[in-house]
């Protein structure tokens, strides 16, 4: 859904977006506080407290939550440690709300990251894949692309050896370098026929790279 800058910011006045201390505002605490499950159960079976929790999840003001709005504050609470400004673009970019379940398809995945060949598609969208359930929610789109952005060099090149070991062995063999080499080249438009890229897998193997 596409929503201009004005009526992001009118969306925002009217409806506060939660932010990293939402917790402090609807229980009326400080961060040094703590509380048990009894304490808690208390507070949250006050009307005040209802309202204000209600209203954190009724993100479009309509006197309803939607089961999209409700994930989506959660989403938000998972990635509580993460900019506000980032995550959301994240989100937007992502169209993270064309969803029901606010999960993120491989084609929303691909589309989104300009990636033609599906090769590295599928690499990528696996490794963003963290808990294996062959989706990617918000909390690991925005993991795995702020490990990319924000990352350390290590991190980065962690992140692209997992993209070329598809066995996951912990190691290249030529045939995975063959592959990377393939899809490279199909990904770029860069025109090598098979017995070039053959000429080039001989290269890396003469000079002892895998």
């Known amino acids: 859904m596409t929503i201009d800058s004005k009526s992001k910011e009118e969306n925002t006045e009217n409806h506060p977006k939660p932010g ?25 079976c006050k009307e005040q407290f209802l309202k ?10 309509d006197g309803e939550i939607q089961m999209k709005e409700f994930v989506a504050v959660l989403d938000r609470l998972e990635c509580a440690s993460v900019d ?17 379940d606010r999960n993120i398809t ?15 598609a599928k690499r990528f969208y696996a490794i963003f894949d963290t808990n294996g359930d062959s989706s990617i929610n918000m909390k690991e789109l925005v993991s795995g692309l702020t490990m990319l952005v924000q990352g350390t060099e290590r991190e980065t090149l962690k992140f692209l ?24 080249v199909e990904e770029s438009d860069i025109n090598f026929d098979a017995a070039q890229i053959e000429d080039l ?4 193997k003469s000079l002892k790279c895998f």
């Open 52 to 61: 204000r929790l209600f209203k954190l999840f009724d993100l479009n003001g």
């Open 20 to 44: 990293l201390k939402w917790h402090l505002v609807l229980l009326n605490s400080d961060e040094d506080n703590k509380m048990d499950c009894k304490n808690l159960w208390n507070i949250s």
């Open 84 to 100: 506000t400004k980032w995550y959301f673009w994240i989100q937007e970019i992502f169209d993270v709300d064309s969803q029901d």
């Open 161 to 184: 050896f997992d993209v070329y070991d598809i066995d996951g062995n912990g190691e290249l063999n030529m045939n995975e370098v063959r592959t990377i080499l393939e899809c490279c």
């Open 201 to 204: 897998v001989d290269v890396l």
């Open 106 to 120: 491989f084609e929303q995945f691909r589309k989104t990251l300009h990636l033609k060949e599906s090769f590295f």
